[in-house]
């Protein structure tokens, strides 16, 4: 297995970065090759630093840097020699077997877009996220940020591939589906959650427990994966993080809290794209770059690419 981590990806790169790739070759299995992708220089002067085997990664020159703040397409475009350019061209071409960045979020979906594309059926390919139910346990939200509006048979794939993952990488058996809605009758929320409501309950693709309250989500254990449009998951995922800051503020030691922290789970997948693709928040540190790699193995191992592939042809 070949995953291909973006160097120059995120606010703290390279440092964080390389100092993440280092800390997740400590726990990968053998068989596991990281690829670094980035400025080879500064790839191999943090490496010498820290005294670490540069043997132990494959690195691949990358020239330049999509910064945070330029525009996705035109600058993918404008910068073919990029780190994120090179990753998915090493992803598209099956050089790499996975492919990570904490770098612009809107480059990384154009590539995702625009290189290794969508599986054939997906309507609209989505982001999922965690959030945390239980002491110890996550739930799967999606989508949280692609697709701001989301048409009905749109949400009913989310709740297919939301199923997969969560077998597949979380290793839950027959999850829970739940949609989130302003009520738990079937009559309540919007023409979108009602008539996505309908298109569910009858389901035979997945195991459809209803709708899901805003005040349910977070420590009630009511369903293994939230679908959602992308407006309405992108505010879920802003309040979680912003909910954990709070907790910080205030000093508050709690063991459920800590789990709203985005580092212990690293990166976000993209699901319903060819390749197995994983984004990371843009300020990771050394834990979070740590995690979004072995977030990546997992996704690798799941098999999840085909199994998608395999339910939607």
């Known amino acids: 297995m070949k995953i291909g981590l973006d160097i120059m990806g995120g606010d703290f790169a390279p440092e964080a970065t390389v100092l993440g790739a280092i800390e997740s070759r400590k726990v990968l299995p053998a068989d596991v090759e990281l690829v670094l992708i980035g400025d080879q220089d500064k790839i191999v002067e943090i490496l010498n630093r820290e005294k670490c085997d540069i043997s132990q990664f494959q690195i691949v020159h990358a020239s330049d840097v999509i910064e945070m703040g330029e525009h996705p397409a035109k600058a993918f475009k404008a910068k073919p020699n990029s780190s994120v350019a090179v990753g998915f061209g090493l992803l598209h071409k099956g050089l790499i077997d996975g492919f990570a960045s904490a770098g612009n979020t809107g480059a990384m979906l154009v590539g ?5 594309k969508a599986i054939s059926g997906i309507i609209r390919p989505c982001i999922g996220s965690y959030v945390p139910t239980d002491i110890n346990k996550y739930a799967l939200l999606l989508d949280v940020g692609l697709n701001p509006d989301s048409r009905p048979d749109v949400l009913y794939q989310y709740g297919i591939l939301g199923k997969i993952y969560a077998e597949s990488v979380m290793g839950i058996t027959n999850p829970r589906i739940g949609l989130v809605n302003i009520g738990s009758e079937k009559e309540k929320g919007n023409m979108v959650a009602q008539s996505t409501h309908e298109l569910m309950e009858d389901s035979k693709d997945f195991n459809f427990v209803g709708n899901v309250e805003g ?6 254990d009511k369903a293994d994966v939230f679908v959602c ?23 508050i030691d709690d063991e459920f809290f800590e789990m709203f922290n985005f580092e212990h789970y690293g990166g976000t997948p993209v699901l319903g794209i060819n390749k197995p693709v994983i ?25 999840l690419v085909d199994k998608i592939k395999e339910a939607f042809n």
Do not use: C, W
Request: proline letters at 2%; a positive charge; aromatic letters at 8%.
């Open 229 to 251: 449009d992308g407006f309405v998951g992108n505010v879920i995922l802003k309040e979680a993080e912003g909910f954990y800051k709070l907790a910080q503020r205030r000093k």
């Open 279 to 303: 984004i990371g928040h843009g300020i990771s540190n050394v834990p979070a770059i740590k995690n979004m790699i072995l977030q990546t193995q997992k996704v690798i191992e799941g098999n």
């Open 215 to 220: 005040n349910e989500l977070f420590g009630d």
């Open 112 to 116: 995702a877009m625009y290189t290794v």
